[in-house]
T-cell receptor
């Protein structure tokens, strides 16, 4: 059974810092990995989708990498802003065709 | 539509009552998913539709939960004899095709509170 772990559970940093969020998964036989953002009381907003044949994807200040063999992904946020404060979730998709989520990292950017 | 729409956004019901939660996927998306999210946790899979049929309902916790998608678009999640433990945010997502290589888009969720 696929299990996804996100470390740390919570992170607080000053505005302007670059930061890395980690995601690990137990079964490397995945088709893709997707990072989401969730604001309090809201649904999930898709940030980046990395297909299994890719090693990274970039969107603006966000860069996500994928290392299937080691079962890891990282989300890099450059020049963090208070508006980046949210919970970040990673999810993997395997042959079962469903997203399996981690518990998320709650990020706070302090002005 | 512009995005995945879920109604109602909030639902408070008494223990033992029946509830229906609705999901309108993005137009043209053939795949639809229901997830449940408890406070402080990641979403947990409930059921996956490809078209009108439930391709995988292995996440439904028990027979009080049922979902339909009769015309391959709108889906309804139905919960009978609600219990306090059913309180959670119910999320719906859709994707253009099977999710193996396409992006999933989520709605805002329905917050269900059973009192």
């Amino acid at each position: 059974k696929q299990e996804v772990t996100q470390i740390p559970a919570a992170l607080s940093v000053p505005e302007g810092e670059n930061l890395v969020l980690n995601c690990s998964f137990t079964d490397s036989a995945i088709y893709n990995l997707q990072w989401f953002r969730q604001d309090p009381g809201k649904g999930l907003t898709s940030l980046l989708l990395i297909q299994s044949s890719q090693r990274e994807q970039t969107s603006g200040r966000l860069n996500a990498s994928l290392d299937k063999s080691s079962g890891r992904s990282t989300l890099y946020i450059a020049a963090s802003q208070p508006g980046d404060s949210a919970t970040y979730l990673c999810a993997v998709i395997g042959g079962a065709q469903k997203l399996v989520f981690g518990q998320g990292t709650r990020l706070t950017i302090n002005p | 539509g512009a995005g995945v729409s879920q109604t109602p956004s909030n639902k408070v019901t008494e223990k033992g009552k029946y509830v229906e939660l609705r999901c309108d996927p993005i137009s043209g998306h053939t795949a639809l998913y229901w997830y449940r999210q408890s406070l402080g946790q990641g979403p947990e899979f409930l059921i996956y539709f490809q078209g009108t049929g439930a391709a995988d309902d292995s996440g439904l916790p028990n027979d009080r939960f049922f979902a339909v998608r009769p015309e391959g678009s709108v889906s309804t999640l139905k919960i009978q004899r609600t219990e306090r433990g059913d309180s959670a945010v119910y999320l719906c997502a859709s994707s253009l095709g099977p999710i193996l290589n396409t992006e999933a888009f989520f709605g805002q969720g329905t917050r269900l509170t059973v009192v």
